[in-house]
């Protein structure tokens, strides 16, 4: 018995050790790279309460995209898509988490340039990253389709669901339904979304794929991008993703492995 149990706290430590090697060579990674940038999915806010939308509790097990998520179902039934949109408001109502924090002091200490994300709820901005692309939109701001007004979340937040255009005079108000400007399944990546990207993009010679298996694209083409220019791909998820072949895998979750991450930086960058 007694053998067994030394046994067991060996091999605990000696997978910390390791982990804490390779989160030391990332960081020094980090240090070594001319620039460095934060991808980031669904991953990094599962532990702010947000589920994966794709998962067995997540919005699309709810409401079936097809349905509720395309513009052309927007287009014909608005009504019926704020259904989604309500619930998906209630789910985006979250914190950010340490993870967050730890990538936003990455970045204005200089260790990133910025972050691609594949999430819509705003918490990297929350938790005061800068330079943030929205890959997929932004639940904060919301587009008239009909005549192309904008709308700021706290100009919606008091209209009744779903809220309506109040662009036109009294007598000929715009009042078609507003869409907030989260990219739907049937959209195309918004166009300063995928110019902000190539800037990002490039000259980084390191890529932190943070929370997703950057399976989908157009934002899996951005950590072979960067290898394909020679750079590094360091991935943190639970589990590693499949098609990703990253230079080093950092397991755990986003709230352990980037708050150790960012405490290596700070000591190799020290010395
Ligand atoms: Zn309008």
């Known amino acids: 018995m007694h053998c067994d149990s030394r046994t067991g706290s060996g091999s605990t430590e000696r997978i910390w050790s390791i982990f804490d090697s390779a989160t030391k060579l990332a960081a020094a990674w980090l240090v070594e790279a001319g620039k460095a940038i934060a991808v980031t999915g669904a991953g990094v ?11 067995a509790t997540g919005l699309w097990a709810r ?9 052309g179902a927007f287009r014909k039934n608005p009504e019926k898509v704020w259904t989604m949109l309500v619930a998906l408001e209630e789910v985006l109502r979250a914190e950010p988490n340490a993870g967050h924090r730890a990538l936003a002091a990455l970045e204005a200490e200089g260790g990133i340039a910025g972050i691609v994300t594949q999430n819509v709820d705003g918490l990297h901005q929350q938790a005061g990253s800068s330079v943030v692309v929205e890959f997929h939109g932004s639940h904060r701001t919301f587009t008239c389709l009909s005549c192309g007004a904008c709308y700021a979340r706290e100009q919606v937040a008091s209209m009744t669901v779903p809220p309506r255009c109040t662009a036109g005079s009294p007598r000929a108000r715009c009042a078609a339904v507003l869409k907030p400007d989260v990219v739907f399944f049937d959209e195309l990546i918004p166009a300063p979304a995928l110019r902000d990207t190539d800037r990002l993009l490039a000259g980084a010679d390191l890529v932190l794929v943070i929370g997703t298996s950057c399976e989908v694209y157009p934002a899996a083409a951005i950590p072979q991008t960067v290898r394909a220019c020679g750079g590094r791909i360091v991935e943190m998820n639970l589990e590693p993703a499949a098609d990703l072949s990253s230079d080093l895998f950092l397991p755990g979750p986003f709230t352990r492995t980037m708050p150790h991450l960012l405490a290596a930086w700070r000591r190799q960058r020290g010395r």
Not at 45 to 55: A, K, M, Q
Not at 63 to 71: G, H, S
């Open 63 to 71: 409401f079936d995209p097809q349905e509720y998520a395309t513009i």
């Open 45 to 55: 806010s599962t532990e702010s309460g947000i589920p994966d939308f794709r998962s």
